[in-house]
């Protein structure tokens, strides 16, 4: 099971830091990620990590940093200066095999949350 957390109402330039606490199962192996979807539009990637720590991001989020905390089975993403384009529901999945790569697998065999909402005035 996994639990977003950390959302809320921002004003631009804030900053928030999202978590993705994970229960049942130990995700220190697995591939996690973060996306986004506001209403009428599509699920957008923002952030993954892989089970070797590598990371990637979408272009729009260069200001946002994806972490883990194998030990507390959290995901986290920090986000700077918010712009009121990052305003979404935001998701964290996690999946145990991520091949070909994270982006492909995630979002068609991912586990995921229930999202946590972030809006930027």
């Known amino acids: 099971q996994l639990v977003e957390s950390g959302g809320g109402s921002v004003q631009a330039g804030g900053s928030l830091r999202l978590s993705c606490t994970a229960s049942?199962?130990?995700?220190?192996?697995?591939?996690m990620g973060w996306f986004r979807q506001t209403p009428g539009k599509g699920r957008e990637r923002v952030a993954a990590?892989?089970?070797?720590?590598?990371t990637s991001y979408a272009d729009s989020v260069n200001r946002f940093t994806i972490s883990k905390d194998n030990a507390k089975n959290t995901l986290y993403l920090q986000m700077n200066d918010l712009k009121p384009e990052d305003t979404a529901m935001y998701y964290c999945?996690?999946?145990?095999?991520?091949?070909?790569?994270?982006?492909?697998?995630?979002?068609?065999?991912?586990?995921w949350g229930q999202g946590t909402q972030v809006t930027v005035s």
């Open positions: 049942g199962i130990t995700y220190s192996n697995y591939c």
């Open positions: 990590r892989d089970s070797d720590g590598s």
């Open positions: 999945a996690a999946a145990s095999f991520c091949r070909p790569t994270v982006w492909y697998v995630l979002p068609r065999l991912g586990s």
